[in-house]
């Protein structure tokens, strides 16, 4: 995955509350990815984890104190503000959430806040009751209000017996919310549908015929897409992935249901990025039995699937659409041959069967071919990265067509 957090500044926040022990998991998280953290931790922060993990986890010092010991003179908290480039609190206290909605600045962590003009996440975690309450919740609405964004918390059993909201998320997805939080958001108030992974088409309830797509290049863009504001949905068949954050999924299995989620979805979409490894062909009578080992044979007769991305550029009107040609040879042609059969206005091909680029690869080697005749080879690069050029390339086609 790209290091979104390289040579970030980063300032984490941790309250007083048992989920602390997921803050020092979060820390060692944003500095894999690149970040450079510093933590203020409150006084009853420090009862749950103590300085020294976080100092030598993030490798710098953690202030708990409005009062620096360093003699230089500096105001840190003021310092820190200016320098951070986003901060999380991560656990809030209803404690903390109540002063930061009211201004009120006793500590250091409060007074911090006042001063920070960049980016800020707030991670509510506390019993279900004090979450749910009126004014806890009011808080957080005042909060939302003044640009915080708040990370819901996650319901489950909390450290108090207690079973419903208030328990602090991963610290893995609190991670991806920063990532979030700090792209730009040119595809705000975009409609972007995303089609991903294979299709399998039954034989009999313990075989079909499908493909190698691991689905990976189609999750990276649906998650590239809602990091940059986009309303993304995801028309997924059959992958070992997680859903990406912000996504709303539809799940399907065949070609045809893929057609169905997609053709139900098209119509009010702005963009269209058809990534799925859709299979060609189906057998023509798929039974409800397991077919049995009686003869050295076995014949299957197969029928045509509906060519979705065809169908698709048959219906568009204003859409912007995006086709995948996976080829094994004859990539300039066979990827032109099928943009201009499928009335695409972009696709994206690529020479499947080496380790670094195809269906199971972390990286991608693509070549982008556009509908006016230009063409744009990238070297190999992680998906991530070739998800981020790729809607690049297609906000800026989208703009030149006005």
Known sequence: MIAFLKDKKIVLGVC????????AELLRILVKQGASVKVILTENAKA???????????????????????????????????EAHAVIIAPATANMIGKLANGIADDA????????????IICPSMNTSMYENRAVQRNLDILE????????????????????????????????????????????RKRV???????LEPIDPVRFISNHSSGKMGYAIARAAEYRGADVILVSGSTS?????????????????????????????????????????????????????????LELQLDKNIDILKEIGRRKKDQFLVGFAAETHDLDSNSRKKMEEKNLDMIVGNLVGGSSSGFEADTNKVTFYFNDGKKESLPVLEKDEVAHILLDRIIEKVAAKG
């Open 109 to 120: 962590l409060s007074t911090f806040m006042l001063a920070v003009t960049s980016p800020k």
């Open 16 to 23: 007083g509350g048992i989920a602390a022990y997921k803050s």
């Open 193 to 199: 549908v995303v089609t991903a992974g294979p299709t």
């Open 48 to 82: 749950f984890a103590g300085p020294l993990t976080f100092e030598a986890l993030s490798g710098q010092p953690v202030c708990t104190s409005l009062f620096d010991e360093r003699g230089d003179g500096s105001i840190r908290h003021i310092e820190w503000a200016e």
């Open 145 to 188: 209000g003044d640009e915080y964004m708040v990370v819901e918390p996650d319901s489950g059993e909390l450290a108090c017996g207690v079973t419903g909201a208030g328990r602090l998320p991963a610290p893995e997805y609190i991670a991806d919310r920063l990532v979030k939080r700090l792209q730009p958001k040119d595809l705000n």
């Open 241 to 297: 992935l997680s859903a990406p954050a912000g996504v709303l999924m539809a799940s399907v299995k065949t070609a045809d249901e893929m057609a169905n989620a997609v053709f139900e979805n098209m119509e009010n979409a702005d963009i269209i990025i058809k990534v799925a490894a859709v299979a060609d062909y189906k057998p023509s009578e798929p039974v409800d039995y397991k077919i049995k080992k009686t003869s050295d044979n």
